[in-house]
């Protein structure tokens, strides 16, 4: 049985869901994402993982039901993901996560990677040289809020959630429209305005740096037809992490075997204590 509650991690109330018990596998979501707004669009389907290992999922900082905090960079959402485990008593654990959260947990990786038994990668961001013209576009995006006003600004993301998804999913599972848009919460007007600006600030560190992480079996996933999710990200962190395996999703019936795939990775790496 899953259970969501508030806990004090660091110096924030975040909003914790768990459920099963054994080796803990923590999961980060996307921007402006949340528990709600995942379980809404059902790609990861988590009511079918293992009861056996522990699933650990929260609302990042300043999302969902988590209070909002003064920074949301990819380096402070990597150290909560680890003060969240230290919480829940966990000393090691396989991180994951979902875009955003995909930095969230190889941030955390980098900072403590002996607490790291696996690492799930989806849908990289934009990375390196790449993540000049993303962070751009972030820039842009909070000058326009600043034009609309913040209240106005946040009606309008929240409506155009959907479009983050590649239009080929899309045509084929159009219902996965509405999901995205049921499923996001409307986010506060300035915790909006300070996730973009941390997405803005945000990137991996230099790739040398990756050289630590050569230990961590890694399972990475990526699809095409998505910019903010480019290919060479996913196809760059293959490259960087010699234990990796790397699956692209090119259709529906791709997508509809990550759930499976990413089990089998959690249960084949997650350490028992």
């Keep these: 049985m899953s259970y969501s509650v508030r806990m004090r991690v660091g110096e924030l109330d975040l909003n914790v869901r768990q459920v099963g018990s054994g080796a803990p596998f923590l999961w980060a979501h996307g921007l402006l994402s949340s528990i709600e707004a995942e379980d809404a669009l059902d790609l990861l389907q988590w009511r079918h993982f293992p009861a056996s290992l522990r699933l650990v999922r929260y609302d990042a900082r300043g999302h969902g039901d988590s209070a909002p905090g003064a920074q949301a960079g990819w380096d402070v959402l990597g150290q909560d993901m680890l003060t969240l485990a230290t919480t829940l ?23 403590a990677p002996a607490r790291i038994d696996g690492l799930v990668l989806m849908l990289p961001p934009s990375l390196w040289e790449a993540r000049v013209a993303q962070a751009a576009r972030y820039r842009r995006a909070i000058a326009l809020a600043q034009v609309m006003g913040p209240a106005r600004f946040a009606r309008l993301v929240a409506s155009e959630a959907g479009a983050a998804l590649p239009p080929w999913l899309l045509n084929a599972a159009p219902h996965l429209a509405a999901r995205a848009r049921h499923g996001m919460r409307q986010l506060s007007a300035p915790a909006l305005l300070t996730l ?43 490259r960087l992490l010699p234990r990796s395996s790397l699956f692209i999703a090119q259709n529906h019936d791709d997508v509809l075997s990550i759930p499976a795939r990413l089990r089998a990775f959690v249960q084949a790496t997650a350490r028992r204590a």
Excluded: K, N
């Excluded at 008593?89 to 900072?111: D, I, N, T, Y």
């Excluded at 040398?208 to 903010?228: E, K, M, R, S, Y």
């Design 89 to 111: 008593g966990e000393s090691r654990f396989v991180a994951g996560g979902w875009s955003m959260g995909c930095a969230s947990a190889l941030h955390a990786a980098l900072l």
């Design 196 to 238: 973009y600006q941390g997405a803005a600030a945000s990137d991996l560190p230099p790739r040398a740096a990756l050289a630590a992480l050569g230990a961590i079996p890694a399972l990475i996933v990526g699809w095409t037809g998505d910019p903010v999710h480019p290919l060479e990200s996913a196809r760059e962190l293959q």
